[in-house]
């Protein structure tokens, strides 16, 4: 799964939500996976607000950034879901 703008922060808390249908044994490092991902959800927000104030090329900087960080944080996930699979 890759994130490009906010339209897909929807299919990604369904993903979420699958992950811990589909891994209840993991059920707390699912939760801090995605409390790390609101968190960088909320601060793209902030970002675009920002953005939207001033129209500072910075800010969408920052936005791309925040997406960069929630993709970074996907990728990992995907990876240990493998390993996870494997192990069964």
Do not use: G, W
């Amino acid at each position: 799964m890759k994130i490009e703008s906010e339209k897909d922060f929807k299919e990604l808390r369904n993903h979420i939500n699958e992950l811990r249908k589909k891994f209840p044994m993991f059920k707390h490092d699912v939760n801090q996976v995605e409390h790390i991902i609101e968190n960088h959800i909320q601060n793209y927000s902030i970002v675009l607000v920002q953005y939207r104030q001033t129209h500072s090329k910075a800010c969408l900087e920052k936005a791309q950034a925040e997406i960069d960080a929630i993709n970074r944080v996907l990728d990992t996930v995907a990876k240990m879901e493998l390993m996870a699979l494997l192990a069964r």
